[in-house]
């Protein structure tokens, strides 16, 4: 276990008033070739020890679970005091990038950290698949058109009812954001 003395703070960016800070450097879960959900669990918990407080997870990588193991065996072993110390971000796989499917989405990603609350949830990719697949790459036949502006909306939906305390993009292109001014006036 590293010893706490030496693990240094970490700078964080501010997402709002209802949200605590981000730390700039956090534990991804996402590995290039597939590991078992113990590999990932242990990875986690070595993090903890380092000092690490942000943690990336996301349905595609199957690393919820294991991540929220981790987390509650770290407060077992006394690593950290409660989950409040730590900034969880996930995010919405574009087979669910569907409105009706947003709120059932992150429901099943808390159900998987055995958490009520994440930090953080991204639209992973700006981009709609056929519901149900979880694979990557998707495939040509797969694409689904994505209604961002509906999408975006169950997204708020899922901060209004406490389930996330922050929505966002992961990886969009600057063209897609300036093409919903709804969300580019939210962002300022």
Not at 5 to 18: D, K, T, Y
Not at 85 to 91: D, Q
Request: charge should be negative; glycine fraction near 6%; proline fraction near 7%.
């Amino acid at each position: 276990m590293a010893d706490k003395s030496q693990i240094l703070a970490m700078p964080e960016i501010s997402l709002g008033p209802e949200v605590r800070g981000m730390p700039v450097l956090g534990f991804g879960t996402a590995a290039d070739t597939p590991v078992d959900a113990e590999t990932t669990k242990q990875a986690a918990l070595q993090a903890i020890e380092l000092g690490y407080r942000h943690f990336d997870a996301a349905a595609l990588y199957n690393s919820e679970q294991p991540l929220g193991e981790a987390i509650i065996e770290a407060i077992n072993r006394g690593l950290i005091k409660s989950r409040g110390e730590l900034f969880i971000t996930s995010k919405l796989w574009c087979s669910d990038a569907h409105a009706p499917d947003v709120v059932p989405a992150i429901r099943k990603t808390l159900q998987k950290l055995k958490m009520d609350y994440i930090d953080l949830y991204l639209i992973h990719w700006p981009v709609s698949s056929k519901p149900g697949i979880y694979e990557y790459p998707i495939k040509k036949e797969d694409f689904r058109p994505l209604d961002f502006q509906a999408v975006w909306a169950a997204m708020e939906e899922c901060q209004g009812l406490g389930l996330t305390k922050a929505i966002g993009v992961s990886k969009p292109m600057p063209s897609t954001l300036q093409t919903f001014p709804l969300l580019s006036t939210k962002l300022k």
